[in-house]
């Protein structure tokens, strides 16, 4: 990956992030607020930036909103919560036309920083100082609807379920926007109060992707954080327990015409980065190729399942394998599945396996900034694994 990030602290517990690549014609421009995953406030959370994106104090409705981003020549905004690990990732995101397009020359990459602190910062609150009730009534919906749509997403739903079997009682069991008792429980209040302790108490990572210069974002986020108090609490990454002293077996029944096996394994501590990418390279020859073990034996020669994957969780060090199923070989797929996984534990693969392997992996990373998005969420993902860049440090590992 050419591009590189520059790190740079503007405010307390804030960072400025700046990659720049001049392939693209436009800019993104993201603040991630990053928290503790916690089941009692985590669909609180989840709703803040959905009610954020739909206005501010200068422009409350969407009428007003649209008429400001059309002016600065389609820009879009948007808005979204993900999970990594134990922390939960409120994001604001703002993508604008570069400046050297803009018929009038326009400093197009500042307007949208000032739109974007505008609506992280001064948001449209009724005369009691809370969030709409409308507003809060519309999101919290759609927070509803989010949960339910991860239900009725089956192969989805068997990963969330597995994940929360095996790490019960530990923060990366929590699913990123909460459970349906705790969204139905969003109150106009309860979302105005997790709004503040989002601005006083999350690190802040502001993401800067595009072929602009990030320094008009730097200034703008800079002057206006300045004015807000801050006590930022540190979040540091998950510590999951190595080992555990038995297998946990659940069997959910429900009408489908394809059921789902879902294997959750923990893979121990990882001390570096090449830790890290053996697990990547072990993961894909397992699992994550169509030349993997899981593939050509399970699913192709076995015939034992719809499709067999494995994923490498870099943010939780799990390794999982998901496949749709018949009932009735479930048993035959899990032993072999197993069985795969003492044949690699035993150097059951070829040179050109891994080789092949490698070159996969590369291209990969290398289409990672084919995209403004895909260069955010890569950077983003070292950010939260707490590597270092210039400015700050030491560079990603590739």
């Known amino acids: 990956m050419a591009s590189q990030l520059m790190r740079t602290q503007i405010g307390q517990g804030i960072?400025?992030?700046?990659?720049?690549?001049?392939?693209?014609?436009?800019?993104?421009?993201?603040?991630?607020?990053?928290?503790?995953?916690?089941?009692?406030?985590?669909?609180?959370?989840?709703?803040?930036?959905?009610?954020?994106?739909?206005?501010?104090?200068?422009?409350?409705?969407?009428?007003?909103?649209n008429t400001r981003l059309a002016q600065l020549y389609g820009a879009v905004l948007d808005a979204d919560v993900t999970k990594y690990g134990n922390r939960q990732i409120l994001e604001i995101t703002i993508k604008g036309l570069d400046n050297r397009f803009a018929l009038e020359r326009e400093d197009i990459t500042g307007q949208c920083a000032e739109l974007l602190a505008s609506v992280v910062l001064d948001p449209k609150l009724e005369q009691n100082g809370l969030f709409a009730e409308q507003d809060v009534a519309l999101e919290r919906q759609y927070i509803l609807d989010s949960i339910e749509a991860e239900i009725n997403e089956k192969r989805t739903y068997a990963l969330a379920r597995c994940l929360q079997t095996m790490c019960a009682g530990e923060p990366v069991a929590v699913r990123r926007c909460g459970e349906r008792e705790t969204a139905e429980a969003i109150t106009a209040e309860s979302a105005?109060?997790?709004?503040?302790?989002?601005?006083?108490?999350?690190?802040?990572?502001?993401?800067?992707?595009?072929s602009g210069d990030p320094e008009t974002a730097s200034r703008v986020f800079a002057q206006r954080f300045a004015d807000t108090a801050r006590d930022p609490q540190d979040c540091p990454p998950a510590t999951l327990r190595g080992t555990v002293d038995e297998v946990k077996h659940k069997t959910e029944r429900m009408e489908l015409s394809q059921s789902k096996l879902v294997m959750g394994m923990r893979t121990g501590a990882v001390e570096t980065a090449r830790d890290v990418n053996a697990r990547r390279v072990f993961t894909t020859l397992f699992g994550g190729a169509p030349f993997s073990k899981l593939f050509l034996n399970v699913r192709e020669k076995l015939s034992l399942c719809y499709y067999c994957a494995a994923r490498f969780d870099v943010a939780t060090n799990l390794l999982l394998v998901d496949s749709g199923v018949e009932a009735e070989n479930r048993d035959k797929a899990q032993d072999e599945i197993l069985r795969q996984l003492e044949a690699l534990q035993n150097g059951a693969f070829t040179k050109e396996e891994l080789a092949n392997t490698k070159l996969l992996m590369k291209n990969s990373i290398t289409t990672a900034g084919d995209t403004l998005s895909g260069l955010e969420n890569w950077y983003l993902s070292q950010i939260l694994r707490g590597q270092r860049f210039a400015g700050g440090g030491r560079r990603a590992d590739r």
Do not use: W
């Open 192 to 210: 105005t109060q997790a709004y503040r302790r989002m601005i006083r108490q999350a690190p802040v990572e502001i993401l800067f992707v595009g």
């Open 15 to 65: 960072h400025l992030n700046a990659v720049r690549d001049a392939k693209f014609k436009h800019n993104r421009l993201t603040v991630n607020f990053v928290l503790p995953l916690e089941r009692e406030n985590a669909s609180d959370h989840a709703v803040v930036p959905f009610i954020l994106r739909k206005g501010f104090r200068e422009c409350p409705d969407f009428t007003s909103l």
